[in-house]
């Protein structure tokens, strides 16, 4: 392969990896049909695969992308029986085409488009793997490893969800003011979620995750400006914000991993930790606290460290009790397990770690990790070192690799 051929590869594939969710929700806002906009921005992809090395790579690379896939859509239109039916369509995209709009200055509409993938009619368990497949452009595999599931297992499900939004006819209609509340959930879980994988991703020293997470928080604020009243949409950001704030102190400067527990606070950024107190101050003011509330509450103590230099444990096991009640996951379970032996002994958290079913833990890497350090804590090396052994193995990021094969000796 030449290096022209490799230099206009990677510059699609960051194209695509940075402006996709921008692209099909533009399109699909234009056109009221999320398969055909996918398809037409996958035709577009492969011609520059082939145009771009012999034309070389355009001044505005996302601009040359929604032309092209535009006038895929209308040449689609225009050679359909019943081109009447798509009269809306194409006035629109001519509309757009005639204002001679670039790709910098046509309007996000990823949070429109969030909303829509949370639609009534598509079965709820597949709302966020859609929104973090069609509006943040994540594969199927990455997808697959945040649900704690097979890849072609979420490839299916996907699949099946688009082909019930072409087949149901649901289309590209941003729902009305009334209708966004009951949708919410959804939309907050998937905003999570991105922020999550990002910030898994090589711990946020990879570029992708870091502009995942950075994307995530975006969408958080613009969120809240849209439903201002809505506390959750509080929480979350406040939550992501506290994490994001310990970013610089995750690793050391020869890259190695530093758990949580042995961060430096002086690392942390102190105007995140205060824009997120800030935002989790207001949401407790309506004493209606929800799951994202108390993870951000939970992430306030932990930042508390930063002033007192000490973790009040038994708060945020109270947090966690809380937030148990309300959502008792896999990851909410380890946490409060974690937790509760900071403030009642290793042996009391192992006991709440064996409270959870086995099948739900299999492929959740903090789980064993926890456990590994819970029995290394009683002296029982020899299942510490088992465990260690199945958390490494679930572990993709090098450096937590090395840091968990150093902590099981």
């Given at each position: 392969?030449?290096?022209?051929q490799?230099?206009?590869e990677?510059?699609?594939?960051r194209?695509?990896?940075e402006s996709?969710g ?8 234009h056109?009221?049909?999320l ?10 992809l ?5 145009t771009?090395?012999?034309?070389g790579v355009?001044q ?5 992308l ?5 006038n895929r ?7 359909q029986?019943?081109?009447?039916a798509?009269?809306?369509t194409?006035?629109?995209l ?9 790709a910098?200055e046509?309007?996000d509409e990823r949070?429109?488009l ?9 079965d709820?368990?597949?709302?966020t793997?859609?929104?973090l497949q ?6 199927a595999?990455?997808?697959a ?13 996907l699949?099946r969800?688009?082909?019930?939004i072409?087949d149901g006819?649901?289309?590209?209609e ?8 009951p949708?919410?959930?959804?939309v ?8 999550g994988?990002?910030?898994d991703e090589?711990?946020?020293?990879d570029?992708h995750g870091?502009d995942?997470a950075?994307?995530?928080?975006w969408l ?7 439903m201002?009243?809505?506390?959750e949409a509080?929480?979350?950001?406040s939550?992501?914000?506290h ?5 610089a102190?995750?690793r050391?400067t020869?890259g ?7 961060q ?5 950024s102190?105007p ?6 800030r935002?989790l ?15 951000a509450?939970?992430?306030s103590v ?6 007192s230099?000490?973790?009040?444990w ?7 009790e ?5 959502c ?6 380890t ?6 032996a ?19 833990v299999?492929?959740?890497?903090p ?8 029995l290394?804590r ?5 299942e510490?070192?088992?465990?260690f ?9 090098p450096?937590?690799r090395?840091?968990?094969?150093e902590?099981?000796?």
């Amino acid at each position: 392969m030449s290096s022209v051929q490799e230099d206009v590869e990677r510059t699609v594939e960051r194209v695509a990896r940075e402006s996709y969710g921008r692209l099909v929700a533009f399109l699909s806002s234009h056109t009221s049909d999320l398969a055909s906009a996918e398809d037409a921005l996958g035709d577009a992809l492969l011609a520059a695969l082939t145009t771009w090395p012999r034309n070389g790579v355009p001044q505005g690379p996302e601009a040359w992308l929604l032309t092209s896939a535009r006038n895929r859509i209308v040449d689609h239109v225009r050679h359909q029986q019943v081109v009447s039916a798509s009269e809306q369509t194409m006035r629109l995209l001519r509309e757009h085409a005639s204002q001679g709009q670039t790709a910098t200055e046509f309007p996000d509409e990823r949070l429109k488009l969030l909303f829509v993938c949370a639609h009534p009619a598509i079965d709820s368990s597949v709302h966020t793997p859609l929104m973090l497949q069609t509006v943040l452009g994540l594969d199927a595999a990455r997808i697959a490893q945040a649900f704690l599931t097979s890849p072609a297992a979420m490839s299916q499900r996907l699949v099946r969800a688009k082909a019930k939004i072409k087949d149901g006819g649901i289309r590209f209609e941003v729902p009305q003011q009334r209708e966004l509340p009951p949708r919410l959930d959804a939309v907050l879980e998937a905003i999570y979620a991105a922020f999550g994988i990002g910030w898994d991703e090589i711990a946020g020293i990879d570029q992708h995750g870091r502009d995942l997470a950075e994307e995530a928080i975006w969408l958080a604020r613009v969120l809240l400006k849209l439903m201002p009243e809505q506390n959750e949409a509080r929480g979350l950001l406040s939550l992501m914000l506290h994490c994001e704030a310990r970013r610089a102190a995750r690793r050391g400067t020869d890259g190695r991993y530093i758990p949580l527990s042995e961060q430096d606070p002086q690392l942390w950024s102190l105007p995140l930790i205060k824009e997120a107190e800030r935002y989790l101050a207001e949401a407790s003011r309506q004493r209606q606290a929800g799951r994202f509330q108390l993870e951000a509450a939970i992430q306030s103590v932990h930042a508390e460290r930063a002033r007192s230099g000490r973790t009040e444990w038994l708060a945020i096991v109270v947090f966690y009790e809380q937030l148990l009640r309300m959502c008792p996951t896999v990851g909410t379970r380890t946490g409060y397990a974690a937790a509760l032996a900071e403030v009642n002994g290793a042996q009391a958290g192992l006991a709440a770690l064996d409270t959870i079913p086995t099948e739900t833990v299999r492929s959740y890497q903090p789980y064993w990790a926890v456990r590994a350090h819970l029995l290394q804590r009683l002296g029982k090396a020899d299942e510490a070192r088992k465990a260690f052994d199945w958390a490494i193995g679930l572990t993709e990021d090098p450096a937590i690799r090395r840091f968990l094969l150093e902590k099981r000796g």
